[in-house]
């Protein structure tokens, strides 16, 4: 007798590829990283990031900036990596734990889908 395998839904296979992509990213930081034209006033590589509420810029070496730039971009792809998976936890919860009797189906506004 064939023993009967369940395929994981498309929401599911969703969660575990960007569950992937997580733990392939590199080092992260905040904030953001320019490079001022040169003759422009100040340091030419800066890093920008708010402290406290207060904005703080720190001058860089252009071997830093290239490092802190890679970072910087990592950071963004984690937090929307981040934020989908908030989003398909919640489409996976709501299809597969039983809830509560509603008069009205749950939109994905009310999901935090969209």
């Given amino acids: 007798m064939k023993k009967a395998t369940s395929r994981p839904t498309p929401v599911v296979q969703d969660y575990r590829r960007l569950r992937r992509q997580l733990s392939s990213l590199g080092y992260i930081s905040q904030g953001s990283v320019l490079q001022r034209a040169p003759g422009?006033?100040?340091?030419?590589?800066?890093?920008?990031?708010k402290v406290a509420a207060k904005t703080v810029t720190i001058a860089l070496s252009k071997p830093q900036y290239q490092w802190l730039r890679r970072a910087v971009t990592q950071q963004r792809k984690l937090e929307r990596i981040v934020r989908l998976m908030q989003q398909r936890s919640r489409q996976i919860l709501f299809a597969t734990i039983p809830g509560v009797a509603r008069r009205?189906?749950?939109s994905k506004k009310d999901l935090g889908l969209i």
């Fill in 104 to 106: 009205k189906i749950l």
């Fill in 40 to 49: 422009q006033q100040g340091s030419r590589f800066v890093w920008t990031r």
